[in-house]
């Protein structure tokens, strides 16, 4: 007999319903367990959704941009960078798609404290191209400068591409056509090089639109037949047809 408590009983009875209770705890306790992981694993694949969600969210706000300016951004990997760079980034993508370039700005320098490599340049690029937007040139001179400066320390050269490009912009709507054109020219050696197709048309028509203010209208007409054929090509209906428009534009001459 076994005297638990002031109860006597049967030992073997009593290991028995011992053996029992523990067996039926350790199963409890592997169910609280396992729910409590199941819990975490769907916290964490739903936080994976909505990240997916946001990135996507920010290429359409981008996309949205593009076609607003017409121009194209570059955003090297920021849809999928750390939360700590992504999160004022997708605002920043978003207020921009409102229009609202001044908040925009804020939102891409809040995520420059954090961002690195070549994340660093892509955002310079955008705020430059907030600047632009309204107006700033000299500002956005300076952000263009900068994206510049960090592509080629992280060899980046598509960032280096669409900082040149946009840098012969700027001199373009400041009248200098000549640094334009050298800018313009840096940026599509670069695209043919490295196989961007859109770049390479995107700066051959940049160059066709400068021959046209100049005056040379055979060598715009040049230029902007060759970007054409590259956007039908690739397949951009937007920019065959501003292009077809430019040349239109020269034959009326």
Known sequence: MINIFGYSGDPALFWTILGAVIGIAAILIALWLNKKQDKKLSGIETTAKEAERHAREANENIKNVEKHLGIPLYVDGLPEAEPLVFDPFF????????????DAIKAFQGALKQATGSQMAALYNLIGICYFTTGKLNEALEN????????RQFRDKEGEAVALGNIGLIYQVKGDLDKALEYHGAALKIARDIGNRDGEA??????????RVKGDLDKALEYLEEALKIFKAIGAPREIEITENNIRSIKKR
């Open 91 to 102: 605002a920043g993508t978003k207020l921009m798609a409102d229009y609202k370039w001044v």
């Open 144 to 151: 263009y400068e900068l994206c510049l400066k960090l592509a």
């Open 202 to 211: 995107n700066q051959l028509g940049n160059i066709g639109l400068i021959y």
